[in-house]
């Protein structure tokens, strides 16, 4: 074969993933949903073990398993099936890094991404699934679905923040849009002088007290729930740091510049801002955090990940001083101001 054979070859393939590349996202999804990962999970099954344990008929299960297979998420040893080394880390329910609630919540947009010409052309969200957030539409349901996503989804990126932040000269953080409560759980479980604020509109610290009882007393004592809405309401006074976690990509730039006002107002002289976001890159191509303004086009009237350089501004026209971009995993980076 000659080299532009070759060439066009290599092409072609590399389309022919685009083109199919629906097909990926939904066979991973289809797998999480069964529970596929934990079931292999130290003991690899036989075809025929696969196919009774799910109930599937002979073709069906060859397919599925060979498009497991392709996607490097299973390995066949002799005759039996058995999770890769990706689906051991991070598909394995239980594992500290299971992606199993991200894959759920991107498959959750599956039929929302058939709009995406609408969403592109009208500017608009397609998805109402996320009522952005909890508008007058939103019921009890839709409140808990969203919110119990974001908990399971930010184990990760909250078991990661102390590794990049040191929280011992903190005396008093606030997690605002804090959710359940991951974060604020989390930090108090490793300073154990610690005490948490957790912020967020009425419904969900409802919602995230009756999971705190759930947690040792301990532990639990030292977060107290500030129940408001960060656009409507002052933030709290109180706290040294206040960490926005995943929050500023949800919001079009004025919004984002009213937060960071309010954060300001709120902490003390030499306290800090946290803020720890899916930013772009800043070069050449924006990275894979583009994908996540896919998403937020979908489901959101304003979101999108923006730079370092762009919230650097937005922080530093607030009042925000020594303001440095700390790198942390994948496409997450800490932002970290200081109020003089």
């Not at 994908?291 to 762009?310: K, N, V, Y």
Request: aromatic letters at 10%.
């Amino acid at each position: 074969m000659d080299t532009a054979a070759m060439l066009f070859s290599s092409s072609e393939k590399n389309l022919f993933h685009l083109m199919t590349g629906f097909f990926a996202s939904k066979v991973l999804a289809v797998a999480v949903e069964l529970d596929l990962f934990t079931w292999l999970s130290g003991k690899p099954r036989t075809f025929e073990e696969i196919r009774s344990h799910f109930g599937l008929a002979e073709r069906p299960c060859r397919t599925w398993l060979d498009a497991l297979l392709n996607l490097h998420l299973l390995e066949r040893q002799g005759a039996l099936y058995a999770n890769s080394a990706v689906s051991e880390a991070l598909l394995v329910r239980g594992r500290p890094d299971y992606q199993g609630p991200h894959v759920r919540l991107l498959d959750s947009l599956y039929l929302a991404c058939h709009h995406l010409r609408s969403a592109l052309l009208e500017d608009r969200p397609i998805s109402r699934d996320y009522s952005y957030f909890f508008g007058p539409e939103a019921d009890d349901s839709r409140v808990t679905h969203y919110s119990m996503l974001m908990h399971e989804s930010s184990l990760a990126p909250a078991m990661v923040l102390p590794h990049y932040w040191d929280f011992s000269d903190s005396q008093v953080v606030m997690d605002v849009g804090g959710g359940y409560g991951r974060l604020c759980l989390t930090l108090v479980s490793q300073y154990p002088h610690l005490q948490a604020i957790l912020f967020d509109l009425p419904e969900v610290c409802q919602k995230a007290g009756t999971l705190l009882e759930t947690y040792p007393r301990g532990l639990v004592r030292r977060v107290r729930l500030h129940p408001g809405d960060f656009f409507r309401d002052p933030l709290p006074q109180g706290a040294d740091t206040i960490i926005m976690m995943r929050i500023t990509h949800d919001w079009p730039q004025e919004r984002v510049a009213m937060l960071f006002q309010k954060a300001f107002s709120a902490l003390p002289s030499g306290g800090r801002l946290l803020v720890y976001e899916t930013l772009k890159d800043q070069g050449p191509f924006p990275g894979d955090a583009a994908f996540i303004s896919l998403l937020l086009l979908l489901i959101s009237p304003g979101g999108e990940c923006r730079t370092f350089a762009e919230l650097q501004t937005l922080l530093e026209r607030a009042g925000f001083t020594n303001v440095e971009l700390i790198p942390t995993i994948y496409f997450y980076g800490l932002i970290v101001a200081e109020k003089p």
